[in-house]
């Protein structure tokens, strides 16, 4: 996130690009997908709670079924993502898993 707006990154979530994750952008790309996979990268791996206004975003604005990676530090995030995402949004949890040292 830069600047209030979400912005696709790349090499290892390091360098911004100027394509802003927006209502527009995710019609367009959601024409040549059947699904996104979008991590939210401020709070991916932190355990600290989901990005809520980037799941909100997401379950605003895709046309297609979203799955969401970040910040998730409890099975309560699935019902947080749920509701946020109008349930439009799935979500993934990797490192707040005990298997990877979470809870």
Do not use: M, N
């Amino acid at each position: 996130k830069r600047d209030g707006d979400y912005f696709v990154v790349t090499d290892r979530w390091q360098t911004f690009t100027d394509l802003k994750v927006d209502r527009a952008t995710l019609e367009d790309l959601g024409s040549y997908c059947a699904e996104f996979l979008v991590h939210g990268v401020d709070v991916e791996g932190t355990r600290v709670g989901i990005d809520d206004a980037l799941v909100t975003l997401l379950g605003d604005c895709s046309p297609v079924p979203v799955t969401y990676a970040g910040g998730a530090a409890a099975l309560a995030d699935l019902d947080r993502v749920k509701a946020l995402g109008r349930g439009r949004v799935d979500l993934t949890i990797g490192s707040a898993l005990d298997v990877f040292g979470g809870d």
